[in-house]
């Protein structure tokens, strides 16, 4: 007997014949007398339409109502699939994030668990009781609903995996593992066996939303044996799928094991600002003092090293507001213009054979100058290197490098 955390992403229960095709995955682990939790993301497109009716109603919607709203969805599928289970005649109960409770702390629309209550779960799971939790939603401190930021409900999954000490946490999705890169958009893509935590938490964090960064996390932390696999695949196939684990039991150590995309930043250029010492950490201290996140970062002196140029990226989403906050800069910190463009993409290339291996960085430039991709800006850590390129040549550039790194040949 095993005790597995089964999550469901949006597509796999998209449909009244995906919630079917669930539940008889569902039923099928259960029947061979293992303890079931399953956490579930709202069907397909629902999150995307509760955000555009926040939206629709109002440009300044109230983040605690927010929550309460796009958390919904969750909560349909949850109660969804348990009661067809229950018509099937498996006994099944649902339980929202505030009745276990999953308790949060942070700000509204991406919030982080600090606390799952397992005690009744456990009870409940003892009592052969399928355990149905919407993912995506918890309570914080005031009682109030929240949401774990979108892709959250993988978080929800591995966290409650964590709580309950579960055999496995299973990541069922609309792909049958993680690949070498996104397989919408590289065909030559090769599954990968096992991925490391590091790695795997890199692709995340750059791009590979097969996961969300925050569950690669937590699993990390917590030890938590992380399994994705397809959810459409027919029962009783062999499960092949991607086991997340430590780079330990990884015995072939690639140089490089992925490749990803992201199109989610946006850049902003301040150019002929005075350059004395302080003035970034001040431009700089501005953007994080209004919660906005920087990620790249290049500062070029002038020809006649008084002015200097600064350039970084911020989530798409914060755009708006940062740029805002550059044009009202206090009158020490002025520049002569500002420079902004959304149309950008960061490629990444993730490997923990980085660590030992020289050249990576050279080789990955010489490819995309062949191909006529120009670079604007580069980062680098331990085992990846991320460059912006034109937003409009990401598949070229994924597939590009894909080829180079022969990511597509048999290991
Ligand atoms: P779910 O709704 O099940 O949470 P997501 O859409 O969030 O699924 O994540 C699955 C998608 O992640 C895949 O359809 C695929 O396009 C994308 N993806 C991006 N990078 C990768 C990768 N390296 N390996 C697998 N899938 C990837
Ligand atoms: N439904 C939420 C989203 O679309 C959470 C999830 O699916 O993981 O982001
Ligand atoms: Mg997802």
Not at 220 to 228: G, K
Not at 249 to 264: H, P, R
């Amino acid at each position: 007997m095993s005790r597995i955390v089964m999550k469901f992403g949006g597509t796999s229960v998209g449909s009244v014949d995906r919630i079917n095709h669930v539940s008889s995955i569902v039923k099928s682990e259960f029947d061979l007398g293992n303890q079931v939790v399953v956490v579930l993301s709202a069907m397909a497109g629902e999150t995307d339409k509760l955000i555009n009716l926040t939206k629709d109603l109002s440009d300044n919607f109230l983040a605690s109502e927010y929550d309460v709203v796009i958390s919904s969805g969750e909560q349909v599928s949850a109660g969804a699939l348990s009661g067809l289970l229950n018509s099937q005649g498996v006994k099944a109960q649902s339980r929202l994030g505030w009745q276990i409770p999953i308790v949060t702390s942070g700000d509204h629309k991406s919030s982080r668990i600090e606390a799952i209550h397992s005690k009744d779960l456990i009870n409940l799971l003892e009592s052969n009781v399928v355990v149905i939790i919407p993912g995506f939603q918890g309570v914080n401190s005031e009682g109030r609903i929240t949401t774990l930021g979108r892709g959250g409900s993988d978080t929800s999954a591995v966290a409650i995996a964590a709580a309950i000490d579960a055999d496995f946490c299973d990541i069922y999705t609309d792909v049958d593992g993680v690949y070498t890169s996104d397989p919408n958009k590289v065909p030559t893509a090769k599954r990968l066996d096992k991925i490391s935590y590091e790695e795997m938490l890199e692709m995340a964090s750059l791009g590979a939303k097969v996961l969300q960064t925050r569950s690669v996390e937590t699993a990390m932390n917590n030890d938590v044996v992380l399994r994705v696999l397809s959810s459409f695949s027919d029962l009783g196939e062999d499960k092949k799928g991607t086991l997340v684990c430590s780079e330990d039991s990884i015995a072939d150590k690639k140089i490089v094991t992925g490749v990803a995309a992201s199109t989610n930043d946006a850049k902003l250029t301040l150019t002929g600002i005075k350059d004395k010492p302080g003035v970034a950490a001040d431009i700089l201290g501005e953007l994080a003092d209004n919660g906005i996140n920087v990620d790249m970062i290049v500062q070029n002196i002038s020809g006649d090293r008084k002015t200097t140029d600064l350039t970084f990226t911020v989530p798409k989403d914060e755009f708006t507001k940062a740029k805002t906050l550059m044009e009202n800069l206090s009158s020490n910190l002025s520049y002569k213009d500002l420079i902004v463009d959304s149309n950008i993409a960061k490629i990444s290339i993730v490997g923990v054979g980085m660590r030992s291996n020289a050249g990576v960085a050279s080789q990955m430039f010489r490819i995309l100058s062949q191909n006529n991709i120009n670079i604007d800006v580069i980062s680098t850590s331990e085992i990846k290197i991320s460059v912006l390129i034109n937003k409009e040549l990401t598949e070229k550039a994924l597939n590009t490098l894909h080829d180079h790194f022969e990511l597509g040949k048999a290991s």
